[in-house]
C-alpha cells in the first residue's frame, strides 16, 4: 500500500509508524496514537484511500498505436493506469471516457506503444561509466583512434601521481580507426613513470605499457602461463597485450586509489543511480543484474534514483546465504527481486573467440576447440546444490560443448529431484545443433541469448564463418521448436540498447553492412516478444509484465516511430519518446 503514497513522504510515514503507531493491515490505515504529527498521517491516509478506491485513473494515454503483445488484444489505442498498475486498454473513445479529474492525459500523436524492455542478462556496472576513463563507446557503434586513446589517458594521467595506475574501459580491438592493433608503445607516449593498462569491453584482455610490465617484472623471456599469454610481436618483443590469467600478474603491482567503506558505498549507488538512468533512456524498464552491491541498491531505491526494476542474480556469498537461509528465486517486490544465480561459467567467449566447440574453430592451427572452465563434475554437483535449493538455475554456456554439459547436469538434477516449471537459465546459450534445441525444449530451459552483437559485433563473426553462424543466436531454431528465447544484452561486453538488439534479429546485418546466418531472422513482433514477454518468462514473471494488460505493471516505452514499418535498418535510430515504469515517466526525450 506504501506505493499509493505518492506525493506525501513515505519515509518520514514509516519512521512515524516505527516510532509510535498501531499497524492495521490489509491495506487499511496505519494510525498514529498519541502522534502529533497524526492530521498528516490521516491526509496522506485519505490520498491513499482516493487512489485505490476512486475509479479515476492516474494515467491515460490514447492516439497511440500500442502493440500490447497480449494475444486476447494484439493492437489497441489507448491505455489507463491507476497505482501503478495498467487498468484498462482499449479504444481512445473507451479510455478517454475514463479520464476524472485527477487523471493526468497524454496524447501520443500516433506514436507506438510497446512494452518495457526487458534485458535478462546484464553486469551493470555503473562506477566504471560514472568515475572511469571511457576509451571507447560503451552504448553505440563508434570508432575512435588511437590517438584520442592516449589522450585521454594523459589527462588523466595528469592528476594521478606517480606510480599510481591509470586505466581506460570499454576499449574494441574491431573499433578503431586505425587500421592496426593498439601496442606497448602507443601507452609507454601515456606515461613513463605510471602504470597504464587498457581494458577490452569483453572483458578477457587487456594492454599495458612498459612500467605496468616492468613493475610486474614481466619480460620477453617470461613464459605464459595456464589460461593466459603474454602476447608478443614479430620479432618477439612483448607487445602489451596480455590475455584471461595471465592479467592476475599485475594485480598486486603498482598503487591504486584506495576507498574508504563509506566511499566505495557511496561511489556504488552513485554508479547505479548512473546506470539506471541509461537504461531507462534505451527504454529498458527490467534488467537481470549480475550481482552487485545489493545494498547498494537497496539505499538507491529508497532514496528514489532507482529507474528501472531489478531482478538481482546472485553469486558467492550473498548465494550461500540465501541457500543457508531458504531464500528461493522470487523473493522481493516489484522492484528489486531475487531472480536466479548470476551466470555460473562453463566456457570461454563469443565476441573474443575462446568459446567451446564440438568442431575446432575455422582455420585454426594447431587446431583449437575453446575453453571449458569447468568439470562435468563440479558442474553437477554445483547444479544439483542449487537445483535442490529451490533457486533458479543459471549458467554461462556459449559453445555447443557448453551447452551440453549444462542439459547434462540439469537433466541429472531434475531427474534426483524432480520440480516443475523450473525454468534453468541459460546465459548466451549461443552456438546450438538439433539435438540441444531438443532438449532445452525437454527441460523447459530459458537462454537469454545475445541481443546487440548480430548489428554491434558483426565484425568478429569471420572467426567463426558463416557455416557456424547459421546456428549462432539462433533465434529462429528457437522459437520455432516452442523455445521462449529471451534477450541477454551481457553488457559491458554487448551494448544494451533493445533497439540495437532488435534490429539485429531482424536483419541479422552488422553496422558493416554484412549479414551472417540469415536464416536465423525473425520477424519485428517476434523481437519485441523476445525482448519484453519472453523475458518476464525468464524470471517467472510473466503475470506481472512483458505485455499491456490490465492488471499487469504498467511498464512501456512511447518510440517515435514504429519498427513494423521503419526500414530495417534503422530500427536502432528509432527515437525512446518516453519510458513509463509503474505509471510514472521515468524517462522523457
Ligand atoms: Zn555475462
Not at 190 to 207: M, W
Not at 433 to 452: H, Q, S
Request: aromatic residues 8%; glycine residues 8%; negative net charge.
Amino acid at each position: 500500500m506504501f506505493a499509493a503514497f505518492r506525493g506525501g513522504e513515505p519515509r518520514a510515514l514509516f519512521e512515524l509508524i516505527a516510532e509510535d503507531a498501531v499497524w492495521l493491515v490489509n491495506g487499511t490505515v496505519p494510525v498514529a496514537q498519541r502522534y502529533e504529527g497524526r492530521d498528516r498521517i490521516f491526509e496522506l491516509f485519505r490520498e491513499t484511500r482516493r487512489l485505490t478506491t476512486s475509479p479515476e485513473p492516474d494515467l491515460v494515454v490514447f492516439n497511440a498505436k500500442v502493440y500490447t503483445m497480449d494475444a486476447t488484444t494484439p493492437i489497441a489505442a489507448a491505455l489507463a493506469t491507476k497505482a501503478g498498475r495498467f487498468v484498462a486498454v482499449g479504444s481512445t473513445a473507451d479510455i478517454r471516457a475514463l479520464v476524472g479529474k485527477r487523471t493526468q492525459t497524454l496524447d501520443a500523436k500516433q506514436m507506438t506503444i510497446v512494452p518495457g524492455f526487458i534485458d535478462c542478462h546484464n553486469h551493470a556496472g555503473g562506477t566504471t561509466l560514472l568515475y572511469e576513463v571511457l576509451v571507447g563507446n560503451p552504448f553505440e557503434v563508434e570508432f575512435v583512434t588511437i590517438a584520442s586513446i592516449v589522450d585521454k589517458l594523459r589527462a588523466k594521467a595528469r592528476e594521478t601521481p606517480p606510480g599510481v595506475w591509470v586505466e581506460g574501459y570499454f576499449f574494441d580491438d574491431t573499433k578503431l580507426k586505425d587500421k592496426r592493433p593498439l601496442n606497448v608503445h602507443d601507452l609507454d607516449l601515456v606515461s613513463g613513470e605510471h602504470p597504464v593498462a587498457v581494458h577490452h569491453r569483453g572483458g578477457h584482455t587487456s594492454f599495458y605499457n612498459s612500467k605496468a610490465l616492468e613493475l610486474a617484472h614481466i619480460t620477453r623471456e617470461t613464459p605464459n602461463p595456464a589460461g593466459g599469454t603474454f602476447d608478443r610481436d614479430a620479432s618477439g618483443e612483448l607487445n602489451g597485450r596480455v590475455t584471461d590469467r595471465a592479467r592476475s600478474a599485475f594485480n598486486g603491482v603498482g598503487q591504486r586509489h584506495s576507498f574508504t567503506a563509506d566511499q566505495r558505498a557511496e561511489r556504488e549507488r552513485n554508479g547505479l543511480a548512473h546506470i539506471s538512468k541509461q537504461f531507462v533512456r534505451y527504454g529498458l524498464t527490467s534488467v537481470h543484474h549480475e550481482n552487485g552491491d545489493l545494498s547498494a541498491l537497496q539505499d538507491v531505491h529508497a532514496r528514489g534514483d532507482l529507474l528501472h526494476r531489478v531482478s538481482y542474480e546472485s553469486s558467492g556469498r550473498v548465494l550461500d546465504s540465501m541457500i543457508a537461509s531458504g531464500l528461493t528465486t522470487g523473493f522481493g517486490d516489484e522492484w528489486i527481486k531475487l531472480g536466479a544465480t548470476s551466470e555460473h561459467t562453463i566456457d570461454g567467449s563469443f565476441s573474443e573467440r575462446t568459446m567451446a566447440l564440438g568442431t575446432p574453430y575455422p582455420g585454426s592451427q594447431p587446431p583449437y576447440t575453446g575453453n571449458i572452465t569447468e568439470t562435468q563434475e563440479d558442474l553437477n554437483a554445483w547444479v544439483e546444490r542449487v537445483h535442490r535449493a529451490g533457486i533458479q538455475v543459471n549458467c554461462h554456456a556459449n559453445g555447443d560443448v557448453a551447452i551440453d554439459m549444462f542439459l547434462t547436469a540439469v537433466e541429472r538434477a531434475q531427474k534426483l529431484l524432480p520440480r516443475a516449471d523450473a525454468r534453468p537459465k541459460i546465459t548466451h546459450c549461443t552456438l546450438v545443433n538439433d539435438d540441444l534445441v531438443r532438449r532445452i525444449k525437454a527441460v523447459g530451459a530459458v537462454p537469454a541469448m545475445f541481443t546487440t552483437y548480430a548489428y554491434y559485433n558483426s565484425d568478429k563473426f569471420v572467426f567463426y564463418g558463416e557455416e557456424l553462424m547459421r546456428r549462432c543466436m539462433a533465434y529462429r531454431t528457437l522459437i520455432d521448436a516452442g523455445v521462449p528465447a529471451a534477450a541477454g544484452s551481457d553488457f559491458s561486453p554487448g551494448p544494451f540498447a533493445p533497439l540495437m538488439g532488435i534490429q539485429g534479429m531482424v536483419t541479422r546485418t552488422g553496422w558493416d553492412g554484412k549479414t551472417w546466418g540469415a536464416n536465423q531472422r525473425i520477424t519485428v513482433d517476434e523481437a519485441i516478444r523476445v525482448n519484453t514477454v519472453n523475458g518476464a518468462y525468464a524470471a517467472h514473471e510473466e503475470s506481472l509484465k512483458g505485455s499491456i494488460t490490465e492488471g499487469k505493471l504498467a511498464d512501456f516505452v512511447v518510440l517515435a516511430d514504429d519498427p513494423h514499418t521503419v526500414s530495417k535498418d534503422k530500427i536502432k535510430d528509432i527515437q525512446i519518446v518516453r519510458t513509463v515504469v509503474g505509471g510514472a515517466t521515468k524517462y522523457q526525450s
